[in-house]
């Protein structure tokens, strides 16, 4: 851009900046601009609070399995965690053992197999219902990668309409009389990529996290479901 035609445009009064970009928009792109901020928001919010929940899960994880494996009594242990599950571990082994108590308590004629069967299905629902909760945000971050740049490219495509129906209606094709609408769709794309591009990022790295604590709560599962039946065995 020219001296000139900077000196042009300042002054025709347009400001560059992003706030000035943003109220000096149409107002359909104007609303494309704030739905976006929205969805980066949003973004962002879901971003914070799983890295947090996600860090404590496997802090609490790390504690529990270390308490679980020292040697205490599983009932005394059960009688603490089973009101206050704090994390996925003590949540699995509070359902095993609650399955066990009532098979011991009402079915203690059935057959051994019976009621491991019992105890394996119910560590399984455990643990579906773990990763479940883990996941919610998960779809609403995908939505987010996926549609914030095209929201994006329709807040671009309107605004350039937008700077070529002034074109017409000026009959000038001074870059003063079509900068202005042209910055504003660009601006409208910048933030579909600023939403997008986090989204994206961070469905990749969660999903990837999400697998690992998959692993762990089915190793957990097996390993606490053996045992159970070694301890039914045993009698």
């Not at 994006?152 to 000038?172: D, R």
Request: some cysteine.
């Amino acid at each position: 851009m020219t001296p000139d035609v900077k000196t042009e445009i300042i002054s025709q009064g347009h400001d560059f900046s992003a706030f000035g970009l943003f109220f000096q928009a149409d107002p359909i792109v104007k609303a494309v601009m704030i739905l976006l901020l929205l969805l980066s928001i949003w973004c962002w919010a879901i971003i914070i609070n799983k890295s947090i929940s996600l860090r404590k899960e496997k802090k609490l994880q790390m504690e529990f399995e270390e308490l679980f494996w020292s040697g205490t009594d599983l009932q005394n242990l059960y009688q603490e965690v089973k009101s206050n599950c704090e994390d996925s571990f003590s949540f699995i082994f509070s359902s095993g053992m609650n399955e066990l108590n009532k098979s011991e308590i009402s079915l203690s004629d059935r057959q051994l197999t019976n009621i491991s069967f019992r105890i394996q299905s119910a560590i399984h629902i455990a643990i579906n219902k773990e990763i479940e909760k883990f996941e919610q945000g998960m779809t609403i971050l995908a939505s987010i990668g996926s549609i914030a740049p095209f929201i994006g490219l329709f807040g671009t495509v309107w605004g350039i309409v937008n700077a070529f129906q002034s074109i017409a209606i000026s009959n000038n094709t001074s870059l003063a009389v079509v900068a202005p609408g042209i910055a504003e769709a660009l601006f409208a794309t910048a933030l579909g990529l600023i939403a997008a591009i986090p989204a994206v990022w961070a469905y990749n790295k969660f999903s990837n996290d999400l697998e690992k604590l998959s692993n762990r709560l089915d190793f957990f599962g097996i390993e606490f479901g053996s045992v159970l039946i070694r301890k039914m065995e045993k009698g």
